[in-house]
């Protein structure tokens, strides 16, 4: 079955790093994908990683993927008061016509 | 970077009428767009996937009379909630499938039926 979880809340200082994580049971994901969702909002694209890569790094952020252990994660690096966020992880799987199984989200709040 | 546009970005309407949401890619066309509802403080719950010239696919316990969709051509999918009801309020979010099959999220829009 599909399972995605996240961790609920997050804070950090403004200039330090954030890791959210992520762990996932199906272990037919294609991709998994990042997303941020600011209040009100849609939801933005951040990255994503192929199910057979272990790492992607673009500019501030960098993807972790274990698959072994079904983990992914999300480092920002120099976090800024405007990285403030709902960040959701998503997987989406071999077969399934390209639906997306989306996490619970990780609230991420950054002060100064 | 592509970007999906909805239509209205909220909306407040009295219970028992039908309100229409549209879903625009508007610099890339969609084959497969997707319909997903939010509740406050919750993750996106996919509700169907909408596909140009053909019906609506609807994921378990989802009224497909209730929520009426329509894909009319490869850069609108509509989504009419029919005879809506206050449990209906909620924040719905498409998005639309490029072809290099990366979804990309229309802004939302909130329901608030009275």
């Given at each position: 079955g599909e399972d995605v979880e996240q961790s609920l809340f997050l804070s950090v200082r403004e200039g330090d790093s954030s890791v959210i994580n992520c762990t996932y049971?199906?272990?037919?994901?294609t991709y998994l994908y990042w997303y941020k969702q600011e209040p009100g909002a849609g939801l933005q694209l951040l990255t994503y990683i192929f199910s057979n890569m272990d790492m992607k790094q673009d500019q501030r952020l960098t993807v972790l993927l274990n698959k072994k252990d079904k983990h992914l994660s999300l480092r920002i690096a120099?976090?800024?008061?405007?990285?403030s966020a709902i960040y959701f992880c998503a997987e989406s799987i071999t077969?399934?016509?390209n639906k997306l199984t989306f996490g619970t989200g990780t609230q991420l709040k950054v002060e100064l | 970077g592509a970007v999906v546009s909805q239509h209205p970005s909220w909306v407040i309407c009295k219970s028992g009428t039908s309100v229409k949401i549209e879903c625009r890619s508007l610099d890339f066309q969609a084959t497969t767009m997707f319909w997903y509802r939010q509740f406050p403080k919750q993750s996106l719950m996919l509700m169907a996937t909408s596909n140009e010239g053909s019906k609506a696919t609807y994921e378990q316990g989802v009224e497909k009379d209730k929520f009426l969709i329509n894909?009319?051509?490869?850069t609108l999918s509509t989504l009419t909630v029919t005879?809506?009801?206050?449990?209906?309020?909620s924040f719905y979010i498409c998005s639309a499938r490029d072809y290099q099959e990366t979804q990309y999220f229309g802004p939302g829009t909130r329901l608030l039926v009275l």
């Open positions: 049971t199906d272990s037919s994901s120099d976090t800024q008061t405007g990285d077969g399934g016509g | 894909h009319a051509s490869l005879s809506a009801h206050p449990e209906d309020s």
